[in-house]
């Protein structure tokens, strides 16, 4: 029995590690106390339906008290960002500067480092929210929108875990390279745990439909950085989670 309660206690704060990461959630006592590694990406799934979840509640209300579905969308969306302090946005405005910049590719990641947000940022931020918010309100009814947003933080948080065993660390600093590469279980773990929280949401032909549209955003994420970067880096993880969660909330839109 104590090996057993040993054994959730550990994977609970895996996933406390995980949130601490990859949200701005309050965790209280359970914040973890040291730099998080590899092995928590197996929760990387959980945390998306999480967040997903908490943004497609408030989807749902919003649509309850009369918003039309933009609006809805457009809050169900701020709040997704409030909870995860922006993370992902930020890596993909930041590697979409790197991505665009001329020069050598120690040059790109030293833009990718630059505090400054270029025309490829801007432009990457205002595409990401404009397809969400669209992809959102094509969405009917409100229950699918929330159901809609679940999907895209599982896939968009799964497809991530591929991206270092695709690629190398781009420079041996930073959270990319200090994250490490998960192990084939953790790995395995994670993704028969993304693709099980799909299969209980979707129907066999949407979940084949999302599986592509996150595999797809991951390939060509880690394309654009081999060959720009010569490997990915930490803003590259949240471009992976934005590419992703934009081709499967459109996918949904499309199916109806």
Not at 41 to 49: D, N, Q, T
Not at 176 to 197: D, I, N, Y
Not at 212 to 218: H, I, N, R
Request: glycine content about 14%; hydrophobic content about 60%; aromatic content about 6%.
């Amino acid at each position: 029995m104590s090996l057993v309660l040993g054994f959730f206690r550990s994977r609970f704060g895996e996933l406390a590690e995980a949130l601490g990461l990859l949200s701005r959630l309050p965790l209280g006592r359970f914040a973890p106390s040291a730099p998080p590694s590899a092995r928590v990406m197996w929760a990387f799934p959980l945390v998306g339906v999480i967040l997903g979840g908490l943004a497609g509640g408030v989807d749902l209300l919003a649509a309850r008290l009369g918003l039309s579905p933009w609006l809805a969308a457009a809050w169900a969306v701020a709040v997704g960002m409030l909870l995860s302090g922006a993370l992902h946005e930020d890596g993909l405005a930041d590697a979409a500067d790197g991505l665009g910049a001329e020069g050598s590719a120690a040059r790109r990641l030293a833009v990718m480092r630059d505090p400054r947000a270029g025309n490829y940022a801007v432009l990457a931020l205002i595409l990401s929210v404009a397809i969400r918010l669209a992809a959102l309100a094509a969405i009917t009814p409100a229950g699918a929108t929330a159901k809609a947003l679940m999907v895209a933080g599982i896939g968009g948080r799964t497809a991530m875990i591929g991206l270092p065993l695709l690629l190398p660390p781009a420079r041996a600093s930073g959270l990319g390279a200090a994250l490490g590469t998960p192990g084939k279980g953790v790995a395995l773990a994670a993704f028969a745990l993304g693709l099980g929280l799909l299969a209980t949401l979707l129907s066999p032909a949407r979940l084949c439909a999302v599986v592509l549209a996150a595999g797809l955003g991951l390939g060509v994420v880690a394309l654009a950085a081999k060959w720009r970067l010569g490997g990915y880096t930490g803003d590259i993880y949240g471009a992976v989670e934005q590419v992703a969660e934009c081709l499967t909330l459109t996918v949904l839109a499309a199916a109806g």
